[in-house]
């Protein structure tokens, strides 16, 4: 739950980071739509487009939505990238709770002598499995995100381990 608390925090922060760009792009496109357009158009200039080409292209945009071309082109808000706070900690709330269920019931399968080893090698193998399905559903390579996973994941329990250790809370 506080992973999914914290990205519900983080998004809304983008969120309310994303109206606050809208509102100001709003107030600058009634204060002075020219130099706007001039933005807009410069921005198409820099993606390749000749002047002519990119001033009518601007010209139209501002004429059909303005709002929309300056928050797609220019502030790199769409409907697919904007902040979804909810969606965002719901997503959290279940990846992190399938991640952590392997780990949860090997502690109850694994014999009480053996049970850090038994929970570390189960924690990385649920990390390898997830990190491969993960970058397979996204279309990237399976084995470098297995590989980043894994080794994130032990530089993470290490250091957790080491932390306990030191506080002499950690067994083993």
Request: no cysteine; proline share 4%.
């Amino acid at each position: 739950m506080s992973m999914a608390a914290g990205e519900y925090v983080s998004v809304s922060s983008q969120s309310d980071t994303e109206t606050a760009d809208l509102t100001r792009e709003r107030r600058e496109l009634l204060e002075n739509p020219e130099a706007e357009q001039r933005e807009l158009a410069a921005i198409y200039v820099g993606r390749g487009l000749t002047v002519e080409l990119a001033d009518e292209v601007a010209r139209q945009l501002m004429a059909s939505d303005a709002l929309a071309a300056h928050a797609r082109d220019e502030l790199s808000i769409t409907e697919v990238s904007s902040a979804r706070p909810v969606q965002a900690a719901l997503a959290s709330a279940v990846s992190f709770a399938a991640g952590g269920l392997w780990p949860v019931l090997s502690v109850l399968i694994a014999p009480a002598k053996s049970v850090v080893p038994v929970v570390a090698m189960t924690a990385l193998l649920a990390l390898a499995v997830l990190g491969a399905v993960g970058a397979r559903a996204g279309g990237a390579p399976p084995l470098r995100a297995l590989i980043r996973v894994v080794v994130w994941g032990v530089l993470a329990m290490a250091i957790t381990f080491g932390v306990g250790r030191f506080f002499g809370t950690s067994a083993g």
